[in-house]
């Protein structure tokens, strides 16, 4: 294998221990959810293929703004959250949708399930999505959202997320993660984030501050690129 063959193969192969396992017992419901049995390859069907992936309503430029969905502001710090989505060489995938969801300043979520008690924010949903431009490139305005304490253990709080999902051009391609911040002190303590064994693979996770993001007076920005795979892929739920 020449040098350049195996540059190219190095940059292919997904490295053990860099996506988070179906089964990590410190993340509690894993245990319920992980299959016990070995996995069953279903075959694709037409529709599996061909079916719509967006949707009834288009996709507007307004929907990547999180912060001017209702009347007024939202609490909190305005943010840019910025990236491109590459292939394994790097190539960029346009026509990609993202969808992300989130907690609001508060650390808390429009849902019925979340009843912890912080307030919500009548000006922020949390559900925001865009499509990747010709470049790959995806932008998106939001609030950084709070920690939150959940039940997993005494004690547990998830470090600041925002949930990302990445749509192919089929339902059978469809992504799913989180990003994170830099600098969060739960990083250590969070069964989630630790539950991917290479801290190589996990500090993709981190999205990175930067200063040509940021517009002065008005938003920090973050960047967070997305590898669909090979070794510099970006981890991602369920597909271990
Ligand atoms: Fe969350």
Redesign the pocket.
């Known amino acids: 294998m020449t040098a350049k063959q195996k540059a190219v193969n190095d940059r292919r192969v997904e490295l053990a221990g860099s996506q988070p396992p179906l089964l990590y017992p410190a993340y509690a419901s894993t245990v319920l959810r992980a299959p016990s049995r070995p996995l069953i390859r279903l075959p694709e069907t037409f529709s599996d293929l061909s079916a719509p992936v967006y949707g009834y309503m288009t996709v507007s430029e307004a929907d990547a703004d999180l912060t001017t969905q209702h009347d007024g502001a939202p609490q909190g710090e305005r943010i840019i959250v910025a990236g491109k989505v590459v292939d394994e060489d790097g190539r960029p995938l346009a026509g990609t949708l993202i969808e992300v ?3 609001n300043a508060a650390g808390r ?1 429009i849902h019925q399930r979340d009843q912890h008690p912080a307030p919500l924010d009548p000006n922020f949903t949390g559900a925001g999505r865009a499509i990747t431009d010709a470049k790959g490139r995806y932008r998106f305005t939001t609030i950084k ?1 709070g920690p ?1 304490p ?1 039940k997993n253990h005494y004690n547990a709080w ?1 470090p600041a ?3 990302f999902s990445i749509f192919g051009p089929s339902f059978l391609t469809r992504l799913v993660t ?1 990003m994170y911040f830099p600098g969060d002190p739960f990083f250590p303590l969070d069964p989630i984030f630790q539950s991917i064994a290479d801290s190589r693979a996990r500090e993709r996770l981190i999205s990175k501050f930067d200063l040509d993001l940021t517009m002065p007076e008005w938003a920090v920005g973050y960047r967070f690129d997305i590898v669909l795979r090979g070794g510099s892929s970006t981890p991602f739920e369920g597909r271990a």
């Open positions: 969801w989130q907690a979520y959202p939150y959940w998830r997320h925002i949930h989180q």
